[in-house]
T-cell receptor
Framework: EDKVVQSPLSLVVHEGDTVTLNCSYE??????LLWYKQEKKAPTFLFML??SGIEKKSGRLSSILDKKELFSILNITATQTGDSAVYLC???????????WGLGTSLAVNP | GAVVSQHPSWVICKSGTSVKIECRSL??????MFWYRQFPKQSLMLMAT?????????EQGVEKDKFLINHASLTLSTLTVTSAHPEDSSFYIC?????????????FGPGTRLTVL
């Protein structure tokens, strides 16, 4: 059965800290791994990763995929209170292209 | 990035009535759209995959006669919750797959919060 596992489930840090969120997966017909940020409304897209070892960056956020070990990490440096959210990882696999979702990591950044 | 809209954002209705939610891809064509439901503090739950011009594919446990999906054009999918009951109260989110060259990412609409009294 396809599955995506995120860790930790919940994290509380202080502003300025660096955090690393983990996502491991076991899926057939893997095509890509996606990271989303969800605050109070619907998820917003962060990154799509398809190739191993190529880091994607957007400001203080970066992510990388390891297709051999079947995991991805999302790094956030110099965290701010506005980074507080649930970070969701999903894989795009299979012919019907539906996403397989992790349960998310809830990040709280305290001032 | 690609924009997906949903309408309405918030709806309150009486038990037994039907509610239609629209999902539109504003600046790209979406042959595939997905409908999710999310209860408080829980992860997204995929309800169905909506394919333009064909019948939707429903996930196990989702009643297709209760959650009617229509994907009549490349930019519009609708979800109708028929004979809604309080247990249908939830946050309904659609996503649209942008399969344009070099992309192939799913973008989410802002969600529709349904409250059934």
């Amino acid at each position: 059965e396809d599955k995506v596992v995120q860790s930790p489930l919940s994290l509380v840090v202080h502003e300025g800290d660096t955090v690393t969120l983990n996502c491991s997966y076991e899926v057939t017909n893997f095509r890509s791994l996606l990271w989303y940020k969800q605050e109070k409304k619907a998820p917003t897209f962060l990154f799509m990763l398809t190739s191993s070892g190529i880091e994607k960056k957007s400001g203080r956020l970066s992510s990388i995929l390891d297709k051999k070990e079947l995991f991805s990490i999302l790094n956030i440096t110099a965290t701010q209170t506005g980074d507080s959210a649930v970070y969701l990882c999903a894989t795009d696999a299979g012919n019907n292209r539906k996403l397989i979702w992790g349960l998310g990591t809830s990040l709280a950044v305290n001032p | 990035g690609a924009v997906v809209s949903q309408h309405p954002s918030w709806v309150i209705c009486k038990s037994g009535t039907s509610v239609k939610i629209e999902c539109r891809s504003l600046d790209f064509q979406a042959t595939t759209m997905f409908w999710y439901r999310q209860f408080p503090k829980q992860s997204l739950m995929l309800m169905a995959t909506s394919n333009e011009g064909s019948k939707a594919t429903y996930e196990q446990g989702v009643e297709k006669d209760k959650f009617l999906i229509n994907h009549a054009s490349l930019t519009l999918s609708t979800l109708t919750v028929t004979s809604a009951h309080p247990e249908d109260s939830s946050f309904y989110i659609c996503s649209a797959r942008d399969a344009g060259e070099g992309t192939d990412t799913q973008y989410f609409g802002p969600g529709t919060r349904l409250t059934v009294l």
